[in-house]
């Protein structure tokens, strides 16, 4: 099983709401990854965690705040966003067992976020 | 550092007939290489990946890719397009230096006509 869920499928909220995105992997992964995709794009880079530490940071506004629970979940706390913030949220995971360059990065079905 | 560049932003092929999307990489060394597909409002799904192993890779659905390290290119194709197979496609390759971080190709939109 190669699946990695996302929720909410959709999202829509205000810039004063905080709200939060979730990702769950039971793959036995230990890196996961949240990435922002704007349209006609390819996904960007947010955040890494490597055994559930903050392992990159690509200099994310702090509106944008990544937890990792636990080593199958990760959240995305989201709060005062703006409207350029709406987009597809991706998820991914890979194994971190030290293959480096050949392992596999897993995506969920991303969460459509819309900011008014 | 590592880049990928994928020659076309849109490719439009008749259903049945062969699909060719272009992908050229730079590296000054071994590269990891990828393709990814992404259906509309979807996430993206790994279609085959370059492990060294051999140069011919097969993937899903048909597709594959042949790693030319004289041409520094990594094609994807598949010799009969169905209409499932309109998507946007993602050509990928490994930073050096990083596990994590990966460099996407712009894209190649790939229509279908009936």
């Known amino acids: 099983d190669t699946e990695v869920t996302q929720t909410p499928k959709h999202l829509v909220m205000g810039m004063t709401n905080k709200k939060s995105l979730k990702c769950e992997q039971h793959?036995?992964?230990?890196?996961m990854y949240w990435y922002k995709q704007k349209a006609k794009k390819p996904p960007e880079l947010m955040f890494v965690y490597s055994y559930e530490k903050l392992s990159i940071n690509e200099s994310v506004p702090s509106r944008f705040s990544p937890e990792c629970p636990n080593s199958s979940l990760l959240n995305l706390h989201l709060h005062a966003l703006q409207p350029e913030d709406s987009a597809l949220y991706l998820c991914?995971?890979?194994?971190?067992?030290?293959?480096?360059?050949?392992?596999?990065?897993?995506f969920g079905p991303g969460t459509r976020l819309l900011v008014l | 550092a590592q880049s990928v560049t994928q020659l076309d932003s849109h490719v439009s092929v008749s259903e049945g007939t062969p699909v060719l999307l272009r992908c050229n990489y730079s590296?000054?060394?071994?590269?990891?290489l990828f393709w990814y597909v992404q259906h509309p409002n979807k996430g993206l799904q790994l279609l085959l990946k370059y492990t060294s192993a051999a140069t011919l890779v097969k993937g899903i659905n048909g597709f594959e890719a042949e790693f030319k390290k004289s041409e520094t290119s990594f094609h994807l194709t598949k010799p009969s397009a169905h209409m499932s197979d309109a998507a946007e496609y993602f050509c990928v390759g490994k930073s050096g230096g990083s596990n994590y971080k990966l460099t996407f190709g712009k894209g190649t939109l790939l229509t279908v006509n009936p």
């Open positions: 991914a995971s890979s194994q971190d067992g030290g293959a480096g360059g050949w392992e596999t990065q897993y």
């Open positions: 793959m036995g992964h230990r890196a």
């Open positions: 590296s000054s060394y071994s590269p990891s």
